[in-house]
């Protein structure tokens, strides 16, 4: 009979709990719309390469066609510590779901069994004086074992709300992964730009010491045999020790952008050793670069969803938090068997339960749970600008980077025209001065535009290809690599699995099993 009557409050309670939980219900925010992209529609877009008829490659860094690239993003992908503290919470976040999915059942569960035995003492006075009429046993025991329960009802969908809270945190981490993943990509491509680009540059130099080496010899020669004076020689010592200073620095750079790199790849300095080289060409990309529509870039980066998800996390902790303002409704009960001594527990006489129903209202902190209320809903009203700002943010991030990439694309044929007539100019300069025509001051400005025209080429090369890193990370590409694959690399997950029991969190799908 208790527990016909245990069932039917508990069914009452769940068609109560059916109610539409308190709270607002999360809508994406307004955001501004941007219909086409400004650099690909502008009356130059012909020569700038972009394209929106096409969506953006996924794997864009095997666009620039360097196999060394390649290599070093896979290795990142696999081994970047900073993106396994991401995927370590995005199993936090699991975790956590777990927990909020609990809190829809009774919240304490509880078995318990216990043995007393107790012994009164004769020299009380009420047992003193009962004894001297009657036989009194002042030593007994007692035993039972039972089954207690107690249940907050969801009738104001506090508990719906957590899970809400919940399930977009889960999102929230797994955007947060795709964010770190697509910031290390781009990171990883910038660097090794950087890298190849100071090899050149430090090629450049010496091939410019070669030539100023060869012209401070034509001075020190003529002015060994009379047909010059010293200042030639001076000035020529000069321009070439200024050339050679550079290689120095130009070393020191390179080395300490493989460093930056070793760490993006979850390696020490000295690991890195033969992985890149001496020398290498500036990766190029493809002549046609496709960036998509404006419309798709809410949908593709994931800064942008997560600021998404948490504003609808918080959207629901303002429903938790109204819901403190109403009753709570619990039900409590235990069924178990008493008895005393152990001899008789398991009979049926033995059986003892206990149902109730009870209410708890906080009439008397309205103004704390109203304050709170407010708080929750102003942090959800900045979460929502928030949102719009990242918008905002993502389209003006995009159009910089496409002007940027554009006008470097017109800038590396003015540098390549520049280099070329500088060439010429100092084997003109140097033919002139051999034969008594032209003075060492036409070599000297020759020969230090030629290596100020190449220095300024390499550099606009170098911000050619990374501007389209920054247009294809500005996009959000990239992160679409860590689909079907876990979160953190299998060595990890065997760790976690070994120090504690996971259930089946640890795997990509994980069943609703393990979230209860």
Do not use: H
């Amino acid at each position: 009979m208790t527990l016909r009557r245990l069932l039917g409050t508990a069914l009452c309670a769940a068609t109560l709990a059916a109610c539409t939980p308190v709270g607002p219900d999360f809508v994406r925010p307004n955001s501004p719309v941007v219909k086409q992209w400004m650099e690909v529609n502008n009356p130059s877009a012909g020569q700038s390469g972009l394209t929106s008829r096409s969506a953006p490659v996924v794997r864009w860094w095997e666009t620039f066609n360097d196999p060394t690239l390649n290599k070093l993003i896979a290795e990142a992908y696999a081994q970047n510590l900073t993106l396994q503290v991401a995927g370590a919470r995005v199993l936090q976040a699991r975790a956590q779901l777990g927990i909020a999915f609990g809190e829809l059942y009774p919240q304490s569960q509880a078995v318990g069994g216990s043995l007393q035995r107790r012994q009164i003492s004769d020299n009380l006075g009420p047992i003193s004086d009962i004894r001297r009429i009657i036989p009194l046993d002042t030593e007994f025991s007692t035993s039972q074992v039972g089954f207690d329960a107690q249940w907050e009802l969801d009738v104001w969908g506090q508990q719906r709300r957590g899970v809400q809270a919940a399930r977009s945190n889960l999102a929230l981490q797994v955007a947060n992964y795709d964010d770190a993943l697509v910031t290390l990509t781009g990171d990883v491509a910038a660097l090794y730009i950087n890298i190849r680009s100071l090899q050149e540059a430090l090629r450049i130099a010496r091939e410019n010491i070669t030539i100023q080496q060869e012209s401070a010899d034509l001075t020190q020669l003529r002015f060994n045999n009379g047909v010059t004076t010293e200042l030639d020689v001076q000035e020529s010592t000069a321009l070439l020790n200024n050339t050679k200073a550079l290689v120095p620095e130009l070393e020191s750079d390179i080395q300490q952008a493989k460093n930056a790199l070793a760490v993006l790849l979850g390696k020490t300095p000295s690991q890195m050793a033969g992985l890149i080289g001496n020398s290498g060409r500036i990766p190029t990309g493809r002549s046609n670069v496709a960036v998509g529509v404006p419309a798709e870039l809410l949908r593709r980066r994931p800064d942008v969803r997560a600021a998404e998800l948490a504003a609808a996390t918080q959207s629901a902790q303002v429903g938790i938090a109204l819901a403190d303002l109403y009753p709570q409704f619990i039900l409590s009960g235990s069924i178990g068997l008493q008895a005393s001594g152990g001899r008789d527990l398991f009979s049926t006489n033995s059986a003892a339960g206990l149902a109730s129903a009870g209410v708890v209202w906080n009439v008397l902190n309205y103004g704390r749970i109203k304050n709170n209320v407010r708080a929750q809903d102003a942090a959800y009203q900045a979460l929502i600008a928030n949102y719009q700002n990242t918008v905002l943010t993502a389209f003006s991030e995009v159009e910089s980077a496409m002007v940027a990439y554009a006008q470097a694309r017109k800038q590396v044929t003015f540098y390549q025209r520049s280099v070329d007539a500088s060439r010429k100019a100092a084997d003109i300069a140097v033919d002139q001065y051999r034969d008594g025509i032209a003075s060492y001051s036409r070599i000297l400005n020759t020969q230090t535009a030629l290596l100020r025209s190449q220095a300024n080429l390499i550099e606009v090369r170098q911000e050619v290809s990374s501007n389209l890193v920054a247009i294809y990370k500005g996009l959000g590409g990239g992160w679409q690599i860590r689909q079907n694959q876990e979160f953190l690399p299998e060595t990890v997950l065997t760790e976690m699995a070994y120090r504690t029991d996971w259930g089946d969190l640890l795997e990509k799908t994980p069943t609703r099993a393990s979230l209860n």
